[in-house]
């Protein structure tokens, strides 16, 4: 009975061996339009390589989830989409990542106003030691995106209402933001990542460090926000990519096995590997 | 299996191991006691010897003379002119009748200290109304009667072998007896210069002298020092040169301060021709060894910053350098800060350095800048020590507390910073 469930690595990767990245002529055809694109996006640490030639469309306005096991790229993959790997010591990045079809790569841009298109939200909620309202105002001050203080408190008010968080902080927003429970951190990272109005969100498993009543209330969020962003979430939780998302992308050791709709890779996985991760079988 | 579990972890073999593991941990726990208390005694005996030497330097013997401002004496249009040693003698004089004579005259002159005379003139100068008037005030006594009254001369001794002779024990006695000798506290002390005569020499110069120098001192290496820190921290490519420029750091901050010292010497007093003795050049000095300890106390600071912060200013967007001006140095100030108070408690306390740009000089005025001459507090104490009169003895000890003080003040404000506005995480 055992020696039937159970696949050691060893085995695993055996039996897996063969598998290989998607190509693009595999890609699964989208509903909508393609927001970022990367096509065969390959990155070392140092000489050690972590992602082997991806190709992903990522569809506008809806979410994408990235599953697989730890260590298998997706958050190195994540951070290539707003050039974020790009202050890490010894990395090097072959291939292309565009967004509305500009290469994000390319000389003229900068990383910097990238990243306020492409925001990104982190595992571990990761406010400022700073008030409520700074931490929501941050990003608007550095980017010049309000002329005065009336605009300022608009845009804060705004992101903190689509982040659901603002009747619960309204009345405290001179408070310090490390004082507020796990799960209203989160969303206010979220807050503070909406209200430089990025194109793309991309969350790095923002629920880990949550429990499943603040987990709830971020994929309420999520789903909410799908209307006007584009989004990335890398999850451990299979049911949560299954509940928050339309695509889902499941990597393996710096490969993308599988990507289609998520109902079709959770009903009816197309590759083995992917079936056996979904089922439980390793990961 | 269940019975086996049951008897591994009680019964007589188990609680012999669990008493020996018992007192395995006690003797350990009393190794790391007695530890402690060796420190503690060595400190209580420094502080000790310290205190109990030098607690009389911060008292002066002063002596309640009836001073009478004769106009044959003193002139009230010119009274700083005045005779004011004969007034003196007159006004012992008074008190004893029976010293007539030219060498008891000179004994009674004796009694009284430089400052006493001075305090005396001061009255009158302030005042010249006095002239033709007899009033009473408390002067300083001179350091031989100082260390009497304090209990530093010893009265059995045979008079050949004493600073004081019996005649002069039995005038003190008396006035002792009279209630004409107070024992005070010596604020003086804490606004003088240096003097020759222990019971005049005050700590201000020195004082003052560190005061300007720890200002250039920080001035310089604290900007100039995070400046380099947070560029060797969040700015340089890691490569070769930026690790050869961290071992050179490391090795800079464990050079002796001496040799800075001679760099000071060499490069602010021969080749840039600062002026010699200055609080300015000692400043310069104490900076360039105070640079790597701030440097390594930023660059800790720095790294103290956790990752994640960072990384949520670059994920909404924020530059490199807004990285590090909004979030990154902020965050890092209290334990910045805590870093350079050390480094300025270290360079107080500095001497050699010091010796070797002529900071060692006997300065009576107190520096008004950075630029006048003037001595250090550790400098103050090497001369003091350095003098035979039995007066700064207790000077040096005194000396000693003040700068003890100031570098528990120092050392408490930077565990206060620390304490009160660090972030934890
Ligand atoms: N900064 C780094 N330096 C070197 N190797 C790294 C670094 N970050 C991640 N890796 C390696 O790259 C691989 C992918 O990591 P990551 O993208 O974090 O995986 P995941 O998010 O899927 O768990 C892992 O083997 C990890 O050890
Ligand atoms: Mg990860």
């Known amino acids: ?283 | 299996m269940a019975d086996t579990t049951f008897a591994i972890h009680s019964g007589p073999a188990a609680q012999a191991r669990l008493r020996k593991r018992y007192a395995r941990e006690r003797r350990f726990k009393l190794m790391c006691l007695a530890a402690l208390g060796v420190a503690a005694i060595f400190l209580v005996v420094l502080i000790g010897s310290i205190v109990s030497r030098g607690w009389s330097g911060f008292l002066v013997t002063q002596m309640e003379l009836t001073v009478t401002y004769s106009p044959e004496m003193v002139d009230a249009s010119n009274p700083a002119d005045g005779n004011f040693r004969m007034i003196v003698v007159e006004a012992l004089q008074k008190e004893f009748p029976e010293a007539t004579d030219h060498s008891s005259m000179r004994a009674l002159l004796g009694l009284v200290s430089n400052g006493g005379f001075l305090a005396v003139r001061n009255a009158v100068v302030d005042d010249p109304s006095l002239v033709g008037q007899t009033v009473t005030m408390w002067v300083s006594a001179a350091s031989d009667i100082d260390m009497l009254n304090k209990g530093y001369v010893d009265r059995t001794a045979p008079e050949e072998l004493r600073r004081v002779d019996d005649q002069t024990m039995a005038w003190v006695d008396k006035l002792e007896a009279d209630g004409r000798i107070r024992t005070g506290f010596n604020w003086d002390f804490f606004t003088t210069g240096d003097s020759r005569e222990p019971e005049l020499a005050g700590i201000g110069g020195a004082i003052l002298g560190s005061f300007w120098m720890l200002l250039v001192t920080f001035l310089v290496s604290f900007p100039t020092g995070v400046a380099a820190a947070v560029y060797l921290e969040e700015f340089a490519p890691k490569r070769r040169w930026v690790d050869i420029i961290e071992v050179n750091i490391n090795n800079l901050a464990a050079v002796p301060s001496i040799v800075f010292g001679l760099l000071g010497l060499a490069v602010f007093l021969n080749l840039m021709h600062l002026p010699r003795s200055a609080p300015l050049v000692g400043g310069l000095t104490l900076a360039l060894m105070t640079l790597p300890t701030i440097i390594i106390t930023t660059r800790a600071a720095l790294k103290g910053v956790p990752p994640s912060i960072r990384e949520a200013a670059l994920g909404i967007g924020a530059s490199p350098v807004q990285v590090v001006s909004h979030h990154v140095l902020p965050l890092a100030l209290p334990r910045l800060l805590t870093g350079a108070i050390i480094g300025m408690a270290q360079a107080l306390g500095e001497t050699a350095p010091l010796l070797m740009i002529g900071m060692v000089a006997f300065i009576v005025d107190l520096p008004s800048g950075p630029l006048d001459a003037a001595t250090a507090l550790p400098v103050q104490i090497f001369l003091w020590a350095d003098s035979p009169e039995r007066g700064f003895v207790e000077k040096t000890s005194a000396a000693i507390m003040v700068l003890l003080g100031f570098l528990v003040v120092m050392n408490g404000i930077a565990v206060f910073l620390r304490q009160r506005f660090e972030v934890r995480w």
């Not at chain 1, 050039?83 to 291939?95: F, H, L, P, Q, S």
């Not at chain 1, 949560?240 to 339309?246: D, H, I």
């Open chain 1, 1 to 283: 009975m055992v020696a039937v469930t159970e696949i050691t690595a060893s085995e695993r990767d055996a039996s897996h061996a063969d598998a290989v990245t998607i190509p693009v002529d595999r890609l699964p055809e989208l509903g909508g339009p393609v927001k970022m694109q990367t096509r065969d996006l390959k990155l070392w640490y140092s000489d050690k390589q972590a992602l082997a030639g991806i190709n992903l469309d990522v569809p506008e306005r809806q979410v994408t989830a990235f599953i697989g096991p730890s260590g298998c790229g997706k958050t190195t993959f994540l951070k290539c989409l707003n050039r974020m790997n790009d202050t890490i010591e010894g990395v090097r990045i072959e291939g292309d990542v565009t967004l509305d079809g500009t290469d994000v790569y390319d000389r003229s841009v900068d990383p910097v106003q990238l990243r306020a298109r492409v925001g990104m939200v982190f595992q571990k909620p990761n406010p400022f030691p700073k008030s409520i309202y700074d931490n929501v105002a941050y990003g608007p001050r550095i980017h010049g995106l309000a002329t005065n203080r009336g605009d300022l408190d608009a845009i804060v008010e705004s992101s903190l209402q689509r982040a659901g968080l603002w009747n619960e902080v309204k009345d405290r927003l001179g408070e310090m933001a490390t004082g507020m429970s796990g799960g209203q951190q989160q969303r206010l990272c979220i807050a503070r990542t909406i209200a430089v109005s990025p194109e793309v969100i991309l969350m790095d498993e923002p629920c880990s460090a949550l429990d499943p009543i603040s987990t709830a209330r971020v994929e309420e969020l999520i789903d909410e926000l799908r209307d006007n962003y584009t989004i990335v979430i890398v999850t451990h939780n299979l049911q949560q990519a299954a509940r928050v998302s339309q695509l889902t992308a499941f990597f393996h050791l710096g490969r993308l096995i599988e990507v289609n709709d998520t109902a079709e890779v959770f009903q009816n996985p197309g590759e083995s590997m992917t079936r056996d991760y979904i089922t439980g079988r390793f990961g």
